[in-house]
């Protein structure tokens, strides 16, 4: 029987983890599992210590969850990574959010940036329930790149308006990815989860080890 890949969701900053719960159960019924590490970047963020929260100690908790599956369980995982995910969003962070004296960000304008193709019911419940993030995690010196190392596919949301398809391009064409394109805005997610669940299926699927070649 065909195993198919681990499915590990990282998120994007300013949202909570229930953004991605419809996006995770549409994947398990495709017959996915699926993992979504919590970030501390997007985690008690009413912590007074919460402000030193690196960008390290997001990727920590990913590595970590990426070691238990490769290494312990010698699963296959696809990183499906969304925004902050993804971590190539300054431009994005530098002009969509403001810093507090007291090293918190919050985003403006959330509606319009992260949810503007769906309904404004809707999009003003998501955008209620945004996060500040740590402006230290703009500061933390990038060690590695994995587009190095691992082939990828990106994903450009042509409507997005949070990071403009210009931007997205030319982090598409900077990491080599193959690219493919959907008419949706920064979250689909939310807005069009099927086909994402779709497109990632089908990431995925390229991903399963071929057999061995005969002797």
């Not at 969509?96 to 992260?114: C, V, Y």
């Not at 949301?157 to 949070?162: K, T, V, Y």
Request: hydrophobic letters at 40%; glycine letters at 4%.
């Amino acid at each position: 029987m065909l195993e198919l890949p681990v499915i590990l969701l990282v998120q994007g900053s300013f949202q909570l983890p229930i953004v991605y719960q419809q996006l995770a159960a549409s994947l398990q019924a495709l017959g996915f599992v699926t993992i979504h590490p919590r970030l501390p970047s997007c985690t008690n963020t009413d912590d007074p210590d919460y402000p030193k929260t690196t960008l390290v100690d997001d990727a920590l908790a990913v590595r970590l969850e990426l070691t238990r599956q490769v290494e312990y369980e010698g699963k296959t995982v696809v990183v499906a990574m969304h925004s902050y995910g993804g971590l190539a969003v300054k431009p994005f962070l530098k002009t969509s959010a403001t810093p507090n004296a007291d090293g918190r960000m919050f985003l403006i304008g959330a509606e319009q940036k992260l949810y503007n193709d769906l309904s404004q019911q809707d999009a003003s419940l998501w955008a209620s329930r945004t996060l500040p993030s740590s402006h230290a995690v703009q500061t933390t010196k990038l060690t590695h790149a994995a587009w190095r190392y691992v082939p990828s596919t990106y994903l450009i949301c042509e409507n997005d308006q949070a990071l403009p398809r210009q931007f997205q391009e030319g982090f598409a064409a900077n990491a080599q990815a193959h690219v493919e394109r959907c008419a949706t805005g920064h979250s689909p997610m939310l807005s069009h989860t099927e086909m994402l669940a779709q497109r990632i299926h089908e990431t995925a699927m390229k991903a399963i080890p071929g057999p061995a070649p005969s002797a």
